[in-house]
């Protein structure tokens, strides 16, 4: 079972910011936070993952709370291309990764 | 760089035919391959997991099986083809440094 909870779906505007919560009150010392979206009809892509500080990226920036049972995708300026299902996955070495039904963003022109 | 291939890219196949899907990765040795399968509207299932040529892991009981012949390729087979087994194929590699999971085009599976 997936250790995260996503809100099923999200409306944002073409060129605003779109924040993507998820929350994983359950994680472990040792686990880490993995985004990656699937776009339709294609396979999944890794967006950016973290442990504990905040990471950025070219394609996004990920927000840990200091409790890290929380964090937030923040696409900076989300583009019609950002339309995409959005996954948040808990993860340590030796595990697989558990895709759960994710968040699916609609960037809205 | 590492690039991962599917194919074939669409099928459809009958109820009862077997099945044969390759999947092959570049740039990298000895990676951990992984089968997804995706039902229509549905989340990602993970069929199989090999962490080396031989070493299948099975992670869901079914009419399906893998085998990994090379390295780099990874194969996914039936005998017999249910309805249930329509949908869409996914292979995966996952990185050495991050260990983030690196998917393939997809096989989209249509059994009638």
């Known amino acids: 079972d997936a250790k995260t909870t996503q809100p099923p779906s999200m409306d944002c505007a073409e060129g605003r910011a779109a924040n993507l919560p998820c929350n994983h009150s359950?994680?472990?010392?040792?686990?880490?936070v993995y985004w990656y979206r699937q776009i339709h009809s294609q396979g999944p892509q890794y967006i950016i993952h973290?442990?504990?500080n905040n990471e950025t990226n070219e394609m996004a920036s990920l927000i840990i709370t200091e409790d890290r049972k929380s964090s937030t995708l923040i696409l900076p300026h989300a583009t019609l291309r950002d339309t995409a299902v959005y996954y948040c996955?808990?993860?340590?070495?030796?595990?697989?990764?558990?895709f759960g039904p994710g968040t699916r963003l609609s960037v809205l022109p | 760089s590492q690039t991962i291939h599917q194919w074939p890219a669409t099928l459809v196949q009958p109820v009862g035919s077997p099945l044969s899907l390759e999947c092959t990765v570049e740039?990298?040795?000895?990676?951990?391959l992984y089968w997804y399968r995706q039902a229509a509207g549905r989340g990602l299932q993970l069929l199989f997991y090999s962490v080396g040529i031989g070493q299948i892991s099975s992670e869901v009981p079914q009419n399906l099986s893998a085998s990994r012949p090379q390295d780099r390729q990874f194969i996914l087979s039936s005998k017999k083809l249910l309805l249930s087994d329509s949908g869409f194929y996914l292979c995966a590699y996952q990185g050495i440094v991050s260990y983030e999971q690196y998917f393939g085009p997809g096989t989209r599976l249509t059994v009638t």
């Open positions: 973290g442990l504990k």
């Open positions: 359950t994680i472990s010392g040792n686990e880490y």
């Open positions: 996955i808990v993860w340590t070495y030796g595990q697989n990764f558990v």
């Open positions: 740039g990298t040795s000895n990676p951990n």
